[in-house]
């Protein structure tokens, strides 16, 4: 398919999933209304929800969604490794395990700040480990031992403390963390998350290069001016801080950087520097989407994100196994 | 007074009456013999109950939530007494003759002990002022208490009568109540009872919500409350339960509320002090006199 097609039409359909999560919600505001009150109405109770409830949580959805779909597009290309992506390398949970200590110690509250900065720290501590258990080099099932092993660790260590904390409702939080959610998210959050997000997206691009090199082999690459130590650092760091920021705000949401990348790479040619933008796009219309389901579906109930993201993720990794098993023999 | 006549000559005597005398007055005047006088409660409510309902001497022990002065009205009586955590041993040792329970909460604790052959009476949590009254009857009939609880029940009843706010047309003003985790009171729970006798009403029953239920950030701000009631946070520690407070969208309409109040003690249980819940409301939101509110009728 034409690259330019497909960007376009993928952008379309982030657009549509944008503008159904901005008139989604239990309040029931006409849809014109609620584009009206969006640039500030007569209504004052709408202009709150559209402006302070909505928009926020819809522009997160979208950062969030194209973090994942991104990172995980770079990971694969890298790791050249088909299950690579930020929740099963355990980039996601080790982030959680840096936001909750800042959330629940307190910190968070003082200088919100030390929320995204935590969670990135973790997420880079992931990263790092991931790296040094794993590597380039390393086969499919070295590196989702590897990830398995920090995901599982970061999960105890998360459950562990909200279970220390004072708080009687902080051990029943263990849920957002481990599946993520979008519910009540404000500007706040938004301004916490966006500049490092963003700033680990320009990181990730500019490794795309680089990363269509690799394809032909890492001698090849560096014979052809392809400076590797760079790209490693870009590809580390970027993914860690675009992912740490987004787990900070929204929790671990798993699945969307495996899926997505997949689904897309046949129809970009497989060429990854071609797959990041594809799956960036289509990655926030996933989360939109997902998003939007939650609350279309049980709204009351407060079903977490990661719930919708692991029921279309889920079967989709057991494909994978069993396509992956057949190739292996 | 009268008990010193019945016997007049002897030291021993005198001693009995000036303690007896220091008791409340009843206390000796009419419990029967088979009055429990081990009595162990295990739930915050039911400890309240007992406290206001029974002799201090009848009661063994209260649940340690009791003692918390930011759970518990009557944490002050409630720490003259050995804290339970709700244990089945540590409540065996105590060898109580009467157990008090919450009827949701320690089931299995509850079973075991029945099947101790411990006499366990389980009360559920009052969802409204006649659970209440139900309850104070109840209670003062295993504690033998009549004489108290009769005056007890009395007096609540009057305080009630005036408490409540009768008059309500269509300018009532629209109270929301908001707990952690988006939580709200619906029909058929005692929050909502208070707010409605405060002369105010409550959205979470104008929008066919029963019992605790939850309530989106965006319902309740597209609602536009005149009264934002609010949980009393747990200061302990941070968690995300109390994030929907600090969200700028909740903020903005607690500024254009009349009000914005936060629940105390006295809502966590249904007692004779919940009556003060529903005055302590009435004066945050204006609606303690009714002609205050005679601003927008036409």
């Excluded at chain 1, 007569?42 to 991104?70: D, F, K, S, W, Y």
């Excluded at chain 1, 040094?132 to 390393?138: F, Q």
């Excluded at chain 1, 500049?195 to 290069?209: E, K, Q, S, T, V």
């Excluded at chain 2, 609602?223 to 302990?236: C, G, K, L, N, Y």
Aim: proline residues 5%.
């Amino acid at each position: 398919m034409n690259n330019t097609l497909l960007n376009t039409a993928l952008a379309i359909v982030l657009i549509t999933a944008f503008v159904a999560s901005l008139v989604t919600g239990p309040a029931a505001i006409p849809l014109s209304q609620s584009f009206e009150a969006l640039f500030g109405g007569a209504n004052e109770a709408a202009v709150l929800v559209m402006q302070e409830i909505r928009l926020p949580r819809a522009i997160l959805g979208l950062l969030i969604g194209a973090t994942l779909g991104l990172t995980g597009a770079v990971l694969q290309g890298y790791l050249r490794n088909p299950l690579a992506d930020p929740g099963i390398l355990g980039i996601s949970s080790a982030a959680a395990l840096g936001a909750v200590i800042a959330i629940y110690s307190g910190l968070a509250a003082m200088l919100p700040i030390t929320l995204p900065v935590a969670a990135m720290a973790g997420a880079l501590l992931a990263v790092f480990l991931i790296h040094r258990l794993a590597g380039r080099h390393a086969g499919t099932i070295t590196l989702i031992l590897a990830g398995l092993a920090i995901s599982t660790l970061g999960g105890a260590l998360t459950t562990l403390a909200l279970n220390l904390s004072p708080n009687p409702y902080a051990a029943l939080e263990i849920v957002f963390w481990m599946l993520g959610s979008l519910t009540d998210r404000s500007w706040l959050h938004v301004t916490l998350a966006a500049p490092f997000m963003i700033a680990g997206w320009f990181m990730l691009f500019a490794a795309a290069r680089a990363l269509d090199a690799l394809t032909l082999g890492s001698d090849v690459a560096a014979t052809i001016g392809i400076d590797l130590a760079r790209t490693r650092t870009l590809i580390v760091i970027g993914a860690a801080i675009s992912v740490g920021a987004a787990t900070a705000v929204a929790g671990a949401i798993g699945f969307v950087g495996l899926v997505v990348p997949h689904v897309l790479r046949p129809l970009v040619g497989h060429q990854p520097s071609r797959l990041l933008p594809a799956s960036a796009l289509a990655g926030g219309a996933l989360i939109l989407a997902a998003d939007v389901a939650v609350r279309v579906i049980a709204p009351a109930r407060d079903i977490k994100l990661g719930v919708r993201t692991a029921l279309i993720g889920a079967p989709f990794f057991v494909w994978l196994v069993f396509k992956t098993r057949r190739e292996l023999v | 007074m009268d008990l010193v006549k019945n016997n007049a000559g002897g030291k021993a005597a005198w001693v009995t009456a000036l303690v007896l005398a220091c008791l409340p007055a009843d206390t000796a005047a009419a419990r029967p013999e088979n009055a429990p006088r081990r009595v162990v409660s295990m739930n915050l409510c039911t400890d309240q109950l007992a406290l206001i309902l029974a002799d201090p001497d009848q009661i063994r022990s209260v649940s340690y939530v009791a003692h918390d002065a930011a759970a518990s009205v009557l944490w002050q009586r409630a720490r003259r007494h050995a804290p339970n955590h709700g244990l089945a041993e540590e409540v065996f040792l105590m060898q109580p003759d009467l157990i008090l329970a919450g009827a949701f909460t320690r089931r299995a604790t509850n079973d075991i002990l029945r099947r101790l052959g411990f006499r366990v009476e389980t009360f559920y949590p009052a969802q409204s002022f006649d659970d209440i009254r139900r309850h104070i009857a109840r209670l003062g009939e295993l504690l033998h208490q009549p004489a108290r609880s009769r005056r007890v029940l009395a007096r609540f009843d009057d305080e009630l009568r005036r408490a409540t706010v009768s008059n309500r047309h269509a300018s009532t003003p629209k109270a929301a109540l908001y707990y952690a985790n988006n939580y709200t009171s619906g029909s058929g729970t005692l929050a909502a009872d208070i707010v409605a006798r405060a002369g105010l009403r409550n959205i979470g029953t104008a929008l066919g919500l029963d019992g605790m239920v939850k309530l989106p950030l965006e319902l309740l701000v597209i609602e536009a409350p005149d009264v934002i009631i609010a949980e009393q946070r747990d200061s302990s520690a941070a968690a995300l339960a109390y994030e929907a407070f600090s969200h700028p969208a909740l903020t903005i309409a607690a500024e254009k509320a009349r009000a914005f109040v936060r629940t105390d003690n006295s809502w966590a249980c249904g007692a004779p002090f919940t009556v003060g819940a529903i005055e302590r409301l009435k004066a945050a939101a204006g609606t303690a006199m009714p002609k205050a509110q005679g601003g927008t009728s036409q």
